[in-house]
């Protein structure tokens, strides 16, 4: 079961809506606003992450850029992720390797937890 979530987005906004949704559901959370920052937290935890929420276009480093890179270092590379986007060519090709879940932005709270139901 799904209890602890790292949150990536550089919108504090979605962060906190986000935050405020899965703690009330029972969710550990955290939340960094870039992929630099989540590869630096998620390397140095020490508690265990069940499951990323990734949005894709970022500044400093993109989604994309994370996914790359998360696949180098074995302690976090097979952490699951979901990924948040508005860029509709990612929902109907599906052509990010790995992800199994894209949720569609402008976020639905439906779309999340639903999407959580399936880890």
């Known amino acids: 079961m799904v209890k602890n979530i790292l949150i990536v987005d550089d919108s504090l ?3 906190m809506l986000l935050r405020v949704l899965l703690e009330s559901k029972g969710y550990q959370i955290d939340c960094r606003s870039n992929g630099e920052e989540a590869l630096d937290f998620l390397a140095s935890r020490q508690k265990p992450t069940d499951l ?6 970022m500044p400093i480093m993109d989604g994309l850029t994370f996914l790359f ?3 180098e270092l ?3 590379k097979d952490i699951p992720v ?4 508005g860029d509709e060519a990612i929902h109907k090709t599906g052509r990010i390797e790995n992800i199994k879940t894209v949720i569609k932005k402008p976020l639905s709270m439906a ?9």
């Open 13 to 15: 906004e979605i962060q």
């Open 52 to 57: 990323i929420l990734l949005d894709l276009q």
């Open 69 to 71: 890179q998360r696949k």
């Open 74 to 76: 074995p302690v976090i």
């Open 82 to 85: 979901i990924l948040m986007s």
């Open 111 to 119: 779309s999340i937890l639903q999407a959580l139901e399936t880890f």
